[in-house]
């Protein structure tokens, strides 16, 4: 503190730099607040983000990429994540090495990824599968029927099916599937 001197006008004391600091430090633990959310939430451990599915379970029967029939009642038993994508969408692109790290990671359990392309030709699919490591099917759908009778609005969409068939969950939007937080979710589900 400064004291004034003879003659001077002040009456009370100059703040010091910690007076000056207090609101700086209050803002910035608010910007880590935010951003520590804001991480959180990139990184898909967002359980807002898992919406309940109260509807009837629609078909699916696709073709791969090498022209072998994926019908969902095949998969019955197991937990099924499918994902409605396509090469032209970012956030689709940007998922798929999570998707891949899922696959890797429930290995030898009873599930399954199907990744379900929006109408693209497979020239396309197959030329973006050369520069992405995929270990999943990847499911033609050229007509657009599933993602029609899938109520598909919007890329990426994922659903979560159950192993006794039923949808359980749908997410709308990029997800890291490899997260830890994703990964119990479906864990959840596994018999």
Known sequence: MISPRAGDRATRPIAGPGH???????????????????????AGA????????????????????????????EYRGRVVLINFWATWCPPCRDEMPTLQ???????????????????????????????????????RDPRHEAITAWRVRTLPASFVVAPDGQIRFTIVGELDWAADDNIARIRALLP
Request: proline share 10%.
């Open 20 to 42: 000056c600091m207090r609101p700086l430090l209050s803002a910035c633990a608010a910007l880590a607040t935010l951003l520590v959310v804001a991480v959180a939430t990139a």
């Open 46 to 73: 967002d359980p807002e983000r898992f919406r309940p599915w109260t509807g009837p379970t629609p078909p699916l029967e696709l073709q791969d990429m090498a022209g072998k029939t994926h019908t969902l009642t």
């Open 101 to 139: 790290g899922l696959h890797e990671r429930l290995s030898g359990r009873p599930f399954a990824i199907l990744g379900v392309n929006y109408g693209e030709s497979p020239g396309r699919i197959e030329s973006f599968l050369r520069g992405t490591s995929v270990g999943f099917p990847i499911l």
